[in-house]
């Protein structure tokens, strides 16, 4: 019974300040000289070591508590996730997007029911009767909508006036799309009330627009960004319908499990849609209220849509299937084994 | 494990190494988090409104102020992305506080998980100031919003907590103190245990201590025929006696 706990701690602590003096730089271990790795790494193998034996001896409950502190630091930063590279920006847009969007086609195509019928109710509505669209809309945004729309929204504009547009659609747009994805997570509720609000409002203001007789001025404004921001919130909303459905047909996992299992693939929808949506932005604040002729902006936006419906039915398709780590079930209890970096 | 480990009383979360070591995490609680978060949210604020003093002026006016648009909306929704992914799991305000974001396994947070439970915060906000987040928080065992669950992250406290001071003798035993004692002193090694953790009891006040002491010493002394003259002195006596120390030199002087 020689070696209670004072002594050991005497004899122990000093590896035990090394480790947390490391610690406390908040340095990535790999950054550190290869002699200074492999002393770390040690370390917490023996600090490991240590509260095994303080926990099998019964030490008291603060040196546990100090092991336990630091055995986890140093798990942390031992462990510490993979590094970043961008090929992975890449790896998104040329396969896991697009796949991904197909995998879920019928989510897909759910949301653009819910985003393009009321959408479409909207504009007839409004264009039957102005009222309709009083109702539906402030007067004052009514009011502002025809205004703007009432000569080419491209006139008068500055290059400084487009860049604060640009940023303008940043925070807004992908803003509203993430709140469409994550509010999906009350059974997908959210999301179908985002999609149809956004659906009936843009809609309506299309319709009143195109009632007051400016309805060309609108199309060619939004025809080409259209083709980005339309779709990535489609998308964002058929995000959020997967997570909502995940809560209520788990397959036999558990509630959040089931959502876990599609993290994966929910992510690569909503990282898509963040790079859509920025490519609409900078569209809509530079492209969209240029003074390029009609037909070339009608031509372009054209050329726009197919692309987009181009890529998303076709890019990644190779001749095997899709790899299957993007499957379900492989966001749950993800191991960082070091294949992901092997070339 | 040891006994009496099956359930413990603080909410921790068990995590279990690829070196077969188990170590235990205490999770951080709706408090700690939200000063996190005040930290963070002040961080932002600060950035907001130094870049709106600064860039006002360059530029086009309007250009600046779409920047500033870009700038809000990335700290608004990348400033928790950005940090815990090139940060393993920590944003300034966790940081400060001695929390970190982690996988449920113990395992670092990727991108992804990153990016998730940050773009959930929106539903955890709803219907205002994170109610939802604070009711699945008061769900769960491990205090988790519904980006974490969705994310399969956790938050952990790690702040290294201190060890308390070895147990000092003041004056150190003498050899004819000890001699009272039996070489072999009757006390089971749970009432050594007990007597250890209220040794280790630095914040006890001098009569508290005392009062204490009191009630156990005379029982202990009666034991062995002594008389507990000082009772706290008496219980660390007994306590080094009971050691061992293979007749070594007391404890106190050892260097």
């Not at chain 1, 996730?81 to 790896?91: E, Q």
């Not at chain 2, 500033?68 to 920590?90: H, I, K, T």
Request: aromatic content about 8%.
């Amino acid at each position: 019974m020689s070696d209670r706990q004072d002594t050991w701690v005497k004899n122990r602590s000093g590896e035990w300040n090394e480790l947390a003096a490391l610690l406390g730089q908040h340095r990535a271990w790999h950054r550190f000289p290869a002699p200074t790795i492999a002393r770390a790494a040690g370390l917490y193998r023996s600090v490991s070591a240590d509260l095994m034996h303080a926990r099998s001896s019964g030490y008291t409950p603060d040196l546990i508590a100090f092991l336990d502190g630091i055995a986890a630091r140093a798990h942390a930063a031992l462990y510490s996730a993979p590094p970043y590279r961008l090929g992975a920006v890449i790896d998104l847009l040329a396969r896991d997007f697009p796949r991904t969007v197909r995998r879920h086609g019928r989510f897909v195509a759910f949301a653009a029911l819910l985003f393009v019928v009321p959408g479409l109710v909207g504009f007839i509505g409004s264009v039957r009767s102005p009222r309709f669209a009083t109702q539906i809309l402030p007067e004052a945004t009514a009011e502002q909508m025809r205004e703007s729309y009432a000569h080419d929204p491209g006139e008068g504009r500055t290059g400084d006036d487009n860049a604060f547009m640009a940023g303008f659609y940043v925070n807004n747009n992908i803003g509203i799309a993430f709140r469409c994805f994550a509010t999906g997570i009350l059974f997908g509720l959210g999301s179908v009330f985002f999609l149809v609000y956004n659906g009936l409002t843009i809609g309506t203001v299309a319709g009143f627009v195109q009632s007051a007789g400016y309805g060309r001025n609108l199309l060619t404004f939004i025809a080409g960004h259209g083709a980005f921001e339309l779709t990535a919130i489609v998308i964002s909303g058929a995000a959020g319908l997967v997570m909502g459905y995940a809560l209520v047909s788990t397959g036999g996992l558990t509630r959040f499990g089931s959502l876990r299992a599609r993290a994966r693939d929910v992510a690569h929808l909503v990282l898509g849609v963040v790079i859509m949506l920025a490519i609409a932005a900078c569209l809509e604040g530079f492209w969209s209220p240029s003074h390029a002729p009609r037909r070339v902006k009608l031509a372009v936006a054209s050329l726009l849509w197919l692309g987009v419906i181009a890529y998303l039915g076709f890019a990644g398709r190779s001749g095997r299937a899709a790899n299957p780590g993007t499957g379900a079930g492989s966001g749950a209890a993800r191991v960082p084994l070091p294949t992901r970096h092997a070339k | 494990m040891g006994p009496a480990h099956d359930d413990p009383l603080d909410n921790t979360a068990d995590v279990e190494t690829p070196e077969r070591i188990r170590f235990r995490y205490h999770v951080a609680g709706p408090v700690r988090r939200a000063l996190a978060y005040l930290i963070d949210l002040a961080i932002r604020l600060v950035v907001l409104l130094t870049t709106a003093a600064l860039t006002t002026g360059i530029g086009g006016m309007k250009a600046s102020r779409g920047l500033w648009l870009v700038l809000l909306f990335v700290l608004d929704w990348g400033y928790g992305v950005l940090f815990e992914s090139l940060w393993n799991g920590q944003t300034p305000g966790k940081r400060a506080l001695g929390l970190r974001v982690v996988k449920d396994g113990g395992y670092p947070v990727g991108f992804i998980d990153a990016f998730l439970r940050n773009l959930l915060r929106a539903a955890d906000f709803l219907p205002a100031g994170y109610v939802l987040g604070l009711l699945s928080m008061a769900g769960d065992r491990s205090f988790r919003r519904i980006g974490d669950r969705v994310a399969g992250t956790m938050v952990v406290i790690e702040t290294g907590s201190a060890i308390d001071a070895a147990i000092t003798l003041v004056p150190p035993a003498t050899p004819a103190e000890l001699a009272e004692i039996p070489h072999r002193p009757p006390v089971r090694p749970e009432e050594i245990d007990a007597i250890e953790l209220f040794l280790r009891r630095p914040r006890l006040s001098a009569p508290r201590a005392r009062e204490l002491a009191e009630i156990i010493a005379p029982v202990l002394a009666a034991r062995m025929n002594l008389r507990a003259g000082d009772p706290v002195r008496f219980l660390g006596l007994l306590h080094q006696r009971a050691l061992g120390l293979r007749g070594a030199a007391p404890r106190g002087s050892a260097p």
